[in-house]
Structure formats: C-alpha cells, structure tokens
C-alpha cells in the first residue's frame, strides 16, 4: 500500500507541476526569508515590512539572473565572432570522421535542419513563457505565505492532537533551518567555485576569465547540471584558443576537478553534519524531482529532501527513514 501510494503521488507531482512546482518554490522561499520579515515586523506594520522582503526577495533573485545572462551575452557574442574557427573545426573533424569511415554530414542532414530549428526556437519561446508564470505565480504565493505563517503557527498549536502539532512545529522550525543554512553554504560554495574558475581561466590564459567566474557562481547553485555547463563552455571556447586537444582536454578536465573538489570535499565539511544526507539520496533526489518538474526540479530537489527527512526525525514511528538516510544531526523531538 505504501509503495501504491507513493507512485500515486508522484504520478499527481508530475501531472499538476503547474500547480505543486511553484507551491514548493514558495514553500522553500519563505522558509529562508521569514526571519527578515520577523524582524521587519518589530519595527513597521506587516504589509510594509511584506513590502520591504518581497522587494529584496525579488533584487536579489534578478540580480542572479542578470549576472547569468551578462555572462553568457559576453561569451555568446564571442561566439558569434568565430563561427569561422568553429567552421573550420568542424570541417576539419568532418573531413577525419570521413576518412575514418564515420559520415557525419549523412548525419546531420537527417537530423538537423530547418524544421529542427524552428522546433528549437519554439520549444525556447515556450520555457520562457512557462518561467515567468511559473515565478509570477510562485511570488503571489509568497506574498500571501508570508502574511498567514503566523496565523498558521497559532493553528497548529491549538490542534488537540498534540502529537501531530509538536511534529508539524519542530519539524518546521527545524526544516526552515536547514534550508536556510543549506542556501547559505551552497552561496558560499558557490562564491569559492566562482573565484577558483575565474583564476584558473586567467591562468591558462582563456579569454573572459571574469565572465567564466561569474557563469560558475551562478549555474553551481543547480547540481551536477549546472558545474557540467560551466565546464562545457569554457572548453568549446579553448577549442579555438588552442592549436592542440591535449590543452583543451587539460582545460576540462582541471575545470571538472574545481567543481568535484569544491562540492565532494570542501562543501560537506563546511556544511558538517547539519546537511547530512546520503550521497545517493541526494543524486536520487535530483534525477527524481528533475524527471517530475524539470530544470526547477533539479535546483529543489535536495531542499525537498532534506524536508522530508527532517520532518521523519521529528516522529518516533518514521524517525528510522532520517537515521538510514540521513545523518546524525536529523532533529530529534524537544532539541530544537
């Protein structure tokens, strides 16, 4: 019956994403902006301290995303300025394939045209439009979060059932804190993964070395996905920087061990055990949440996680979930 249940459930997560997907992300971002507001509130009416956080929330939320698209409008227009260079590459490892019995142009004829073109264009135009309502629906729901999170405590407290209001209280004060510490230190991961690629990349004397730091701090917040990005590109740009594949292979492969060693090594000894979630669960959680809601199922698919399994820790009867997979900091009742 559980096992029925819980493909159920993930069958109605997929099916109304639209609905849940921009839920979870509000869930998620008044968890970690609530105590602004909090303290807003000490000094101000809500609405105007409701006023001041949603105008951060939102600054803050552009500012990343303006970084992302300065970074890649720099690279991209570069790009565009050696369309030569990557002419002549690809006609010269066409030319090699040839010899090799491989036909590639076969190939790309069959699958690369123009009616692929305009399904690509299309298919962009459509994510884009489901972005913005994906976040203006999310911000509307965080608007009207913010001001019902302490009517919804009170709720809670009033429960006769005493047992399900201590573990819907514990465990969402002790979820929102993990959350918020889990932003913190993915910024801060971030930020060093950022300074280390853009050193490397002056180093090795690749072109926007600023550009590729700032592309890496931003994509370093999606795992796995994001790190490989920001590899990828700074590789196709030393492909026409560089006259031999050993220095593009060096340039990936130095670029790759700056992100496994900042996220495997460095990152879970920052964060200790007050993030501590199975390896596989967290490479689970977000092939999972990614098969579900996408490229926003990626980016909140460990928080997720990491809710759930708080929220096992804080009931005697699932707390053996949290101990089997998750670590030794999962709350426990009454030691918030």
């Known amino acids: 019956m559980g096992i029925i249940a819980a493909v159920l459930a993930a069958a109605a997560l997929a099916q109304a994403s639209q609905v849940f997907a921009p839920l979870a992300a509000a869930i998620f971002i008044i968890a970690v902006v609530w105590p602004i507001q909090e303290r807003l509130q000490w000094w101000m009416p809500k609405l105007a301290a409701l006023a001041i956080t949603i105008i951060v929330t939102v600054a803050i939320c552009f500012a990343l995303a303006s970084l992302a ?74 608007m009207l979060g913010l001001l019902e999170v302490e009517n919804v405590k009170r709720r809670i407290e009033r429960l006769e059932n005493r047992t399900a209001a201590a573990v819907l209280l514990e465990g969402g004060a002790a979820t929102a804190a993990k959350l918020r510490r889990f932003l913190v230190v ?106 579900l809601w996408g490229l926003f199922g990626t980016f909140i698919g460990v928080p997720i996680t990491l809710a759930m399994l708080t929220f096992c820790a804080a009931h005697p009867s699932s707390r053996w979930i949290a101990d089997l997979l998750g670590g030794p900091d999962q709350v426990k009742p009454g030691k918030l």
């Open 69 to 142: 698209v300065w970074g890649f409008g720099r690279v991209g227009h570069s790009l565009i300025t050696d369309l030569a260079r990557y002419q002549a590459l690809y006609d010269a490892t066409v030319a090699w394939l040839d010899g090799h019995g491989v036909s590639v142009a076969a190939l790309w004829a069959e699958h690369f045209n123009v009616t692929w073109v305009l399904r690509a264009t299309q298919y962009v135009t459509g994510r884009v439009n489901t972005t913005l309502s994906f976040w203006v629906i999310a911000l509307v729901y965080v």
């Open 186 to 291: 993915r910024t801060l991961m971030s930020a060093v993964t950022g300074l280390l690629v853009g050193a490397f990349a002056w180093i090795a004397g690749l072109p926007f070395a600023l550009e590729w730091g700032v592309i890496a701090f931003v994509l370093n917040y999606i795992p796995f996905i994001g790190p490989f990005i920001a590899t990828l590109f700074p590789t196709l740009l030393a492909m026409t920087q560089f006259e031999s594949w050993p220095a593009v292979f060096g340039i990936f492969i130095c670029l790759n061990i700056i992100q496994f060693v900042v996220g495997s090594y460095i990152e879970p000894r920052v964060a200790g055990n007050m993030l501590s979630i199975s390896p596989v669960l967290v490479l689970f959680a977000i092939f999972f949440w990614t098969y």
